[in-house]
């Protein structure tokens, strides 16, 4: 069974082909292949947190420090961690890899 990926948890329509794509544009997380396969995800649908401009509540965000405080209390976040446990990886390992 394949892991869910961002925009399948929060049904957001920002994945390529999405219903909100028109209005939003392509979500990032849904493009970013360098994140391909971390915590079990397609692209960055599993590291959603480390990149700018990815949606919450309803608005697209900023980078990855000015949405922080909201990224650690997502539900999506602790499912993640809850999943991968002792593999998960971190906003710092997925910073290095994006070159941030």
Do not use: Y
Request: glycine share 12%; proline share 1%.
């Amino acid at each position: 069974m394949s892991k869910q990926n961002c925009w399948e948890f929060f049904n957001c329509g920002r994945e390529e082909g999405g219903a909100k794509v028109q209005e939003l544009g392509v979500c990032p997380a849904a493009t970013e292949t360098r994140l391909d396969n971390i915590n079990g995800g397609k692209n960055a649908g599993r590291t959603c947190w480390a990149l700018a401009r990815t949606l919450c509540e309803g608005m697209v965000q900023g980078d990855a420090v000015s949405k922080m405080a909201k990224c650690m209390a997502c539900d999506f976040k602790k499912h993640v961690l809850k999943e991968e446990q002792g593999d998960f990886v971190g906003i710092r390992e997925v910073l290095k890899i994006v070159g941030a």
